[in-house]
């Protein structure tokens, strides 16, 4: 009887007649063993050449017949023998063709492989070579029943088999018995190892779930492989396959998986290479072919040295990002605390001051308390959510390195390279999107000092003046530290420029050259307020002095050195004398600066005194006195000739 599987005499005559050339290899006539494409569909003429047994066959392969799913065909092997397949599935190729997946029958379904059309034999010649090989087509038929019934046995057998040579199955990375063992525990239908396996009275064995799954749907039920009918959908459970299976489960998951893609899908080859320009895996085939004809391909060792350094270089700019992500969000929280404690603080000032008023001013209390609730609220959701982005990032961050981590500690440099590239572009995309921005990463909004922890009490005798008694400080001017061309007048309360120079002594309080003068009341504690009435004027300082600030030469006005004003230059020119100064915007000119010092509060506040509106807020701490200080500025050409006045409580 012929072996299994392979046609009759007239087949063998016919390869005969096919036989290749001694110098020439069976691969060169088919390349690929069967992956399809366009190189399985190119075999040389030279193989039917003589019109021998096959004749009819290569004459048909381009024919229209339909193939079937489930049916058995003659098929054309890379060794250029013919022999029963059953087509098991079907695909399209690259070159957008039609593959079949076919099993040769009484052989390893490791064998089984990917086929173009054209080596299947239409079903007329099956029948044709069928009635003049009856016995060897029964043959096959014959063994093909034998064989799926056997398989339960061989299932069982290999069992027994496995537990002799199980250790040196998983000690062995890339061993062809363990190749073998893991296929033959796949099933058809998931290709996923089977889960619960069943067995069906022509042999095959199915996932349970996916047996149900197939037959959901169908009034008649048939194996998904052979396709013989199942009466009332029986099946019986297969406890052998199924200890089988679990064995196989203690099998490490990266070894299978290495083991499954360690070889060319396209040409059954070995995985070598790495292409540095798709950034895949390749045999050498792959490198040989058109298709990578110009590209740069790395020895995997190589490769995977090169790419794991490349990804230490794209998570590095990660862990910096990370340790400033950190950093900023530890001073964001700490102003969230900050904030959270100021409005604590502003409302037991708030309502202080209202004490003496509530009887009045209940309505106003609760209407500026809704204010600063509302205010604060807002304030306090924005620095929020920007605390939940920044713990976003860090997350995001953090996963990624993880993630990194875990890629660079993988010793499997095949798992390592598979999508390698693009994974450290995503890499690199994301230090880019986590990117800091140059300034403002922390918010650092302030409540209205002005508004809600200035003084209240007067702000009311604003709006209510038949109710309160007006607050402000008496204060004067001290002429022993007026500049030589400033003149007091009005009982000290009034100063302006004038071009004569005075002949008053050079004392150490004076000013030599900045126009200023100091008040004669100084303050080591308590609240206080006062307005400085500025008219139309041009140019003016109103502010703060320190006791031990700097009176002589050239003097740079902020806190750094004892001074905390503002200033109007141009006629519209408003700033805040910070380090460095800070531009104001004010909706309307004031005609009066009213200035709060609240000393233990470190808080100096200036207000447009017209409407209590707030314009600037110093905020610090006080050690030593703090005076008053004016500046009427130069005439500017009689634009700016006008006094500045402090207003007493009797104006």
Same mark, same amino acid.
């Given at each position: 009887?012929?072996?299994?599987?392979?046609?009759?005499?007239?087949?063998?005559?016919?390869?005969?007649?096919?036989?290749?050339?001694?110098?020439?290899?069976?691969?060169?006539?088919?390349?690929?063993?069967?992956?399809?494409?366009?190189?399985?569909?190119?075999?040389?003429?030279?193989?039917?050449?003589?019109?021998?047994?096959?004749?009819?066959?290569?004459?048909?392969?381009?024919?229209?017949?339909?193939?079937?799913?489930?049916?058995?065909?003659?098929?054309?092997?890379?060794?250029?023998?013919?022999?029963?397949?059953?087509?098991?599935?079907?695909?399209?190729?690259?070159?957008?063709?039609?593959?079949?997946?076919?099993?040769?029958?009484?052989?390893?379904?490791?064998?089984?492989?990917?086929?173009?059309?054209?080596?299947?034999?239409?079903?007329?010649?099956?029948?044709?070579?069928?009635?003049?090989?009856?016995?060897? !087509?029964? &043959?096959?038929? $014959?063994?093909?029943?034998?064989?799926? @019934?056997?398989?339960?046995? #061989? *299932?069982?057998?290999?069992?027994?088999?496995?537990?002799?040579?199980?250790?040196?199955?998983?000690?062995?990375?890339?061993?062809?018995?363990?190749?073998?063992?893991?296929?033959?525990?796949?099933?058809?239908?998931?290709?996923?190892?089977?889960?619960?396996?069943?067995?069906?009275?022509?042999?095959?064995?199915?996932?349970?779930?996916?047996?149900?799954?197939?037959?959901?749907?169908?009034?008649?039920?048939?194996?998904?492989?052979?396709?013989?009918?199942?009466?009332?959908?029986?099946?019986?459970?297969?406890?052998?396959?199924?200890?089988?299976?679990?064995?196989?489960?203690?099998?490490?998951?990266?070894?299978?998986?290495?083991? !499954?893609? &360690?070889?060319? $899908?396209?040409?059954?080859?070995?995985? @070598?290479?790495?292409?540095? #320009? *798709?950034?895949?895996?390749?045999?050498?085939?792959?490198?040989?072919?058109?298709?990578?004809?110009?590209?740069?391909?790395?020895?995997?060792?190589?490769?995977?040295?090169?790419?794991?350094?490349?990804?230490?270089?794209?998570?590095?700019?990660?862990?910096?990002?990370?340790?400033?992500?950190?950093?900023?969000?530890?001073?964001?929280?700490?102003?969230?605390?900050?904030?959270?404690?100021?409005?604590?603080?502003?409302?037991?000032?708030?309502?202080?001051?209202?004490?003496?008023?509530?009887?009045?001013?209940?309505?106003?209390?609760?209407?500026?308390?809704?204010?600063?609730?509302?205010?604060?609220?807002?304030?306090?959701?924005?620095?929020? &959510?920007?605390?939940?982005?920044?713990?976003?990032?860090?997350?995001?961050?953090?996963?990624?390195?993880?993630?990194?981590?875990?890629?660079?500690?993988?010793?499997?440099?095949?798992?390592?390279?598979?999508?390698?590239?693009?994974?450290?572009?995503?890499?690199?995309?994301?230090?880019?999107?986590?990117?800091?921005?140059?300034?403002?990463?922390?918010?650092?909004?302030?409540?209205?000092?002005?508004?809600?922890?200035?003084?209240?009490?007067?702000?009311?005798?604003?709006?209510?003046?038949?109710?309160?008694?007006?607050?402000?400080?008496?204060?004067?001017?001290?002429?022993?530290?007026?500049?030589?061309?400033?003149?007091?007048?009005?009982?000290?309360?009034?100063?302006?420029?004038?071009?004569?120079?005075?002949?008053?002594?050079?004392?150490?309080?004076?000013?030599?050259?900045?126009?200023?003068?100091?008040?004669?009341?100084?303050?080591?504690?308590?609240?206080?307020?006062?307005?400085?009435?500025?008219?139309?004027?041009?140019?003016?300082?109103?502010?703060?002095?320190?006791?031990?600030?700097?009176?002589?030469?050239?003097?740079?006005?902020?806190?750094?050195?004892?001074?905390?004003?503002?200033?109007?230059?141009?006629?519209?020119?408003?700033?805040?004398?910070?380090?460095?100064?800070?531009?104001?915007?004010?909706?309307?000119?004031?005609?009066?600066?009213?200035?709060?010092?609240?000393?233990?509060?470190?808080?100096?506040?200036?207000?447009?005194?017209?409407?209590?509106?707030?314009?600037?807020?110093?905020?610090?701490?006080?050690?030593?006195?703090?005076?008053?200080?004016?500046?009427?500025?130069?005439?500017?050409?009689?634009?700016?000739?006008?006094?500045?006045?402090?207003?007493?409580?009797?104006?």
């Amino acid at each position: 009887m012929a072996t299994v599987g392979t046609v009759s005499a007239a087949a063998v005559t016919s390869e005969a007649k096919n036989k290749v050339d001694p110098g020439e290899q069976p691969g060169e006539r088919q390349s690929g063993g069967g992956a399809g494409g366009e190189e399985a569909s190119a075999d040389p003429p030279a193989a039917v050449a003589d019109g021998g047994g096959d004749g009819d066959f290569a004459q048909n392969r381009d024919a229209k017949d339909p193939v079937e799913i489930g049916e058995t065909y003659l098929c054309r092997r890379a060794d250029n023998t013919l022999h029963s397949a059953e087509v098991l599935k079907s695909r399209m190729n690259k070159e957008n063709r039609e593959e079949f997946y076919v099993h040769y029958v009484g052989l390893n379904r490791r064998q089984n492989e990917w086929v173009d059309k054209s080596r299947l034999m239409p079903s007329k010649d099956v029948k044709s070579e069928t009635q003049n090989n009856d016995q060897d !087509v029964n &043959d096959l038929v $014959e063994k093909k029943r034998g064989a799926q @019934k056997r398989k339960q046995e #061989d *299932d069982e057998m290999e069992f027994k088999k496995m537990k002799t040579d199980e250790t040196e199955a998983l000690d062995s990375s890339y061993g062809a018995p363990m190749e073998d063992f893991t296929e033959e525990l796949t099933c058809p239908v998931c290709m996923q190892l089977f889960s619960n396996p069943i067995i069906l009275e022509c042999g095959h064995n199915f996932c349970s779930h996916c047996i149900d799954k197939v037959w959901e749907n169908l009034e008649v039920c048939s194996c998904p492989e052979c396709q013989e009918v199942v009466p009332e959908r029986k099946y019986t459970i297969n406890r052998a396959l199924a200890s089988l299976v679990k064995k196989a489960g203690g099998v490490p998951s990266s070894l299978k998986t290495s083991r !499954v893609r &360690d070889r060319c $899908e396209e040409h059954d080859e070995k995985l @070598k290479l790495f292409c540095k #320009d *798709d950034g895949i895996l390749a045999c050498v085939i792959c490198r040989d072919s058109l298709k990578h004809s110009t590209h740069t391909f790395l020895p995997i060792q190589d490769a995977f040295g090169f790419y794991r350094n490349e990804l230490v270089k794209a998570v590095t700019p990660l862990e910096v990002n990370l340790k400033e992500l950190e950093k900023l969000k530890h001073e964001q929280n700490q102003k969230l605390s900050q904030h959270k404690g100021n409005v604590v603080i502003f409302r037991q000032h708030v309502t202080s001051e209202f004490e003496r008023l509530h009887h009045f001013l209940r309505e106003r209390e609760e209407q500026l308390t809704h204010e600063l609730q509302r205010q604060g609220g807002s304030l306090l959701k924005e620095m929020e &959510d920007n605390l939940v982005k920044m713990n976003d990032s860090c997350q995001n961050i953090q996963d990624k390195i993880a993630t990194s981590q875990a890629r660079m500690n993988e010793d499997d440099a095949i798992a390592f390279l598979m999508d390698i590239k693009a994974f450290i572009e995503k890499c690199v995309e994301e230090q880019k999107k986590q990117r800091l921005p140059a300034e403002n990463a922390v918010l650092c909004k302030e409540l209205s000092y002005g508004r809600f922890k200035g003084p209240l009490q007067y702000m009311m005798w604003k709006e209510m003046k038949s109710l309160i008694v007006p607050g402000l400080s008496p204060l004067t001017l001290d002429p022993d530290t007026a500049h030589p061309n400033l003149q007091l007048s009005d009982g000290l309360t009034s100063v302006r420029y004038s071009d004569v120079k005075q002949q008053v002594p050079d004392n150490p309080g004076r000013f030599s050259q900045c126009i200023l003068v100091l008040g004669a009341q100084g303050f080591t504690s308590g609240r206080h307020y006062w307005e400085v009435e500025v008219g139309n004027k041009t140019a003016w300082d109103v502010g703060l002095a320190s006791q031990s600030s700097n009176r002589k030469g050239k003097i740079k006005l902020n806190p750094k050195n004892g001074y905390w004003a503002i200033w109007l230059r141009n006629g519209n020119a408003f700033k805040a004398l910070e380090s460095p100064s800070k531009t104001l915007l004010l909706r309307t000119k004031p005609t009066k600066i009213g200035v709060y010092l609240d000393y233990e509060g470190g808080q100096v506040s200036f207000y447009n005194s017209d409407d209590m509106s707030p314009i600037y807020t110093f905020t610090g701490s006080f050690t030593e006195k703090l005076y008053p200080y004016l500046s009427p500025f130069l005439h500017d050409s009689g634009k700016n000739a006008e006094p500045l006045r402090i207003i007493h409580a009797n104006v």
